[in-house]
């Protein structure tokens, strides 16, 4: 008689810190699939978070799941990625633990938002090859389009996707450290023995967040060549891996675009790389910010401080990036709330942080993105129109300047369709 194969799930990521989502997941994995166990597995050095800063260490993050599931007999803590040598991918990782346990089957755990950036995954045919790929469910994204995503990936990749039914855990490690950082509680939240070794060894406490820039004068950087590389490095130190993610593909959507518009070229990526730099700061601070350096506050705002970090960013951008296009800076104010009568680049910035690859969210995204490229006033209409609409059930949470731009780019949406009948 045959040994019957084992079964093994993986829960990957970075933990920083690793909360009850996580450990919910890995336990419905664990009994919905009939595992044997379930490997958390600390991500070492994976080339797609490479700022650390403002983290805890590898070696706190590895103590935190340690703790986090002690006393669960099927989960194990993996080693592997953390003491592999330079970048890891998953790929890699798999095929190792496929070498070493060949009589073993692989379930790699991936959240729903994780699947539609699979394809942008290093090897994804391979890691197919090596595993298979459990989604979780979550209630932003319907089952269906789950369901037609794991088919469409299965055909292009060769893979087993299985979806796996679980509560909607909304919360992240991001969320945790911007909170515990805010000095909000995070209990329950996380595991207390890891709240209690949080607090012991001071990780992620800041004086609100610590220095927002450096205060020197060579802090400064002066912009007569744009030098992207410098500014693209410094801004590294200032936002957290998937915020400085989201840039990059802003700054090179808005290049797409100001090719395909005819817009210069250099500004538009400028504006799209620094459109979100005061985006990490806490709110407390973004108002205290805006009061020091004499930045108007609106009531609004004062309620939602979250998107000041537009403003804040003009601010930041011509302060300590010596920018000093006004157009540049003007796109950046007005990138989260839109106007009436946008200039070309600040409906190219708006539009880029719609539409930047990896946003997969919002609503009839293929019909904007093509938009995009044909019709920036257009596409500022259906954008603004489904903003709106997504707000319909709490208008209170709309700001002004949204209703107006919407209102305007309606009218010159209604008039070109007049046009078109007359």
């Known amino acids: 008689m045959e040994n019957r194969r084992k079964k093994i799930g993986i829960m990957g990521g970075t933990f920083d810190p690793i909360h009850v989502g996580h450990l919910i997941l890995g336990e419905k994995a664990y009994e919905q699939l009939g595992l044997d166990k379930i490997l958390f597995m600390p991500a070492g050095n994976p080339p797609h978070k490479r700022n650390r800063n403002g983290r805890a260490t590898d070696e706190q993050r590895t103590e935190m799941v340690r703790l986090a599931i002690e006393g669960n007999p099927h989960f194990e803590l993996s080693l592997i990625e953390m003491n592999a040598e330079g970048f890891t991918y998953t790929y890699r990782t798999l095929e190792r633990l496929k070498e070493q346990n060949p009589d073993t089957d692989y379930y790699f755990i991936i959240g729903a938002d994780s699947l539609y950036n699979f394809t942008t995954w290093m090897e994804p045919s391979r890691i197919c090859r090596a595993c298979t790929i459990v989604v979780a469910t979550r209630d932003h994204v319907p089952v269906k389009n789950l369901d037609q995503e794991m088919t469409y990936l299965s055909r292009q990749y060769g893979g087993c996707f299985i979806r796996l039914n679980t509560l909607n855990i909304d919360i992240s490690s991001q969320l945790l450290r911007q909170w515990h950082q805010e000095g909000k509680s995070i209990h329950y939240y996380v595991p207390e023995a890891v709240v209690d070794y949080i607090e012991k060894h001071q990780i992620y406490h800041f004086s609100e967040m610590g220095p927002v820039f450096d205060q020197t004068e060579g802090d400064t950087i002066k912009m007569a060549d744009y030098d992207f590389i410098k500014m693209q490095k410094k801004l590294a130190k200032y936002l957290d891996e998937d915020r400085f993610a989201h840039t990059l593909g802003v700054m090179y959507t808005c290049a797409s675009l100001a090719m395909v518009h005819g817009y210069d070229l250099k500004d538009a990526q400028v ?40 403003k804040l960013g003009a601010y930041v951008a011509e302060a300590k990036y010596g920018i000093r296009n006004r157009e540049i800076l003007s796109s950046i104010t007005y990138h989260t709330t839109g106007k009436p009568e946008m200039s070309v680049l600040e409906k190219i910035v708006y539009i880029a942080d719609y539409i930047e690859p990896a946003r997969n969210k919002a609503p009839n995204l293929t019909k904007v993105r093509k938009l995009a490229f044909e019709d920036l006033d257009e596409c500022m209409y259906e954008i603004l129109k489904d903003t709106l609409s997504y707000f319909e059930e709490n208008p209170k949470d709309v700001d002004a300047a949204t209703k107006e731009a919407f209102e305007y780019y309606s009218v010159l949406h209604k008039n070109r369709f007049a046009e078109e009948q007359a």
Do not use: Q, R, Y
């Open 271 to 310: 504006a799209g790389l620094l459109h979100d730099s005061a985006k990490c700061i806490p709110n407390k601070k973004k108002l205290k910010m805006c009061e020091e350096h004499k930045i108007p506050v609106t009531e609004f705002e004062k309620t939602h401080p979250f998107l000041l970090h537009a």
